[in-house]
């Protein structure tokens, strides 16, 4: 094996072990949970309630015969996982064999992520920077929030070499997936709409094209079981907008610290509106810098629906962690982020802990200063990305070979 094939390996050999830390993390706590030990040392996972709740265990089918507040395509995985967890486990599956099932899952799609980044030719610093997130460390095993991540990194890198329907199809799936991957629709769009070496009309046929594309990837996902089980399909959508918040959102710490405790209408209300006005000032901020590449803005958008929305659950950091690793002109504020999203994770599960007499605990004072100084690098993050470059491995020398795909207009 030659130097350069042992260096080519080493990030995938860390992302292993990364991984297998993520696993250990959450699988320690075993299958049942006593004495607030998922809070205490941070072992929680969706997937042990999940087991049994949602009718993974019986293999009841998300939707059509089992409740599930999720969109249809992670759905769909939860209950192929539970397939795979049965068929190892046998008689003597359980929730722990769902988890491993679930961490394994999560850490093949954290590898097709560093695949796609080594295949777009990401320097080696960011490659390193993702093989040993922390976050993956505390949400591998947590959720299914990985397969959303994969789609809109692959959404974004194919935007980057100029596949834009490509990458309108994926974000679309992404979306279907969970719902974050959205926010790249219109910047694509508006890529295509503005760009300058087209007439205007070559230009409009362009983004509704692209607009139908996204439209018909979502719906072929979605209405098969909107149409048989609409009620249950539709539960993440009414779900996401009947909740009041979490703990370590700022429009729920207004409410506990008594400075603005808004009923829930009117929380959605002022939740969008903070984030409709805030990314259209980044996409206007941002155009003359960036307007040639606008899916480049997806990450200081994305950051900024974090910070507004009315839902903060902790492995929302996992969503932005990697574009910071791909857009971040310097990755030093990764560390600052990552620091955050540790001190936010803890805090807020040990919030919890306290809630049932258990110690360690913390104190809604606590979750604000973690999340201060969360929110205090996304804001930095956010106006970094406004002023500088994009990083050098995004706009190679002239004379590097393209992808072999064919580019479209909105490149």
Aim: with cysteine; hydrophobic share 55%.
């Amino acid at each position: 094996m030659t130097i350069s094939e042992r260096s080519r390996r080493l990030p995938y050999i860390l992302l292993g072990l990364t991984c297998l830390l993520g696993y250990i993390f959450k699988a320690h706590c075993g299958p049942g949970w006593v004495n607030g030990i998922q809070y205490t040392s941070g072992c929680y996972s969706d997937a042990v309630p999940f087991w049994g709740l949602r009718g993974v265990a019986d293999g009841a089918l998300p939707y059509l015969q089992a409740r599930m507040e999720y969109p249809v395509l992670t759905g769909a995985l939860i209950w192929v996982e539970g397939v795979i967890a049965r068929t190892l486990g046998g008689a003597g599956a359980n929730a722990a064999t769902f988890l491993l099932v679930v961490s394994a899952v999560n850490a093949g799609l954290a590898f097709l992520v560093l695949w796609l980044m080594e295949r777009a030719s990401v320097d080696r610093a960011r490659l390193y920077a993702w093989a040993a997130a922390p976050p993956l460390i505390l949400y591998l095993g947590h959720n299914w929030d990985m397969l959303a991540v994969a789609l809109a990194v692959a959404a974004l890198l194919a935007a980057r070499r100029g596949a834009a329907f490509r990458a309108v199809q994926l974000a679309a799936f992404g979306a279907a997936a969970k719902l974050f991957p959205v926010l790249m629709l219109p910047l694509i769009g508006l890529g295509a709409l503005f760009r300058r070496d087209a007439l205007w009309r070559e230009r409009i046929v362009t983004t509704v094209l692209l607009a139908i594309a996204a439209v018909l990837a979502w719906g072929a996902v979605n209405l098969p079981v909107a149409a048989v089980a609409f009620t249950n399909w539709s539960e993440f959508y009414a779900f996401s907008g009947e909740r009041s918040g979490t703990a370590a959102s700022i429009w729920e710490l207004l409410a506990t610290f008594g400075v603005w405790n808004a009923p829930i209408p009117l929380r959605n209300m002022a939740s969008f509106a903070a984030f409709a006005i805030g990314a259209l000032a980044i996409v206007l901020l941002g155009w003359r810098r960036h307007g040639a590449q606008s899916w480049l803005l997806f990450t200081p958008v994305l950051a900024w629906f974090l910070l507004t929305n009315k839902v903060y659950s902790p492995q929302f950091d996992l969503w932005l962690y990697p574009f910071l690793v791909l857009t971040s002109y310097r990755l030093w504020p990764l560390l600052w982020f990552a620091l955050g999203d540790l001190a936010a994770y803890f805090a807020e599960f040990w919030w919890f802990a306290g809630m049932e007499g258990r110690t360690p605990s913390a104190t809604p004072g606590d979750i604000a200063l973690a999340a201060a100084i969360r929110g205090a690098a996304m804001l930095w993050i956010i106006v970094a990305a406004l002023r500088q470059p994009a990083p050098a491995w995004i706009t190679p020398p002239a004379d590097s070979p393209r992808h072999p795909d064919r580019p479209t207009p909105a490149g």
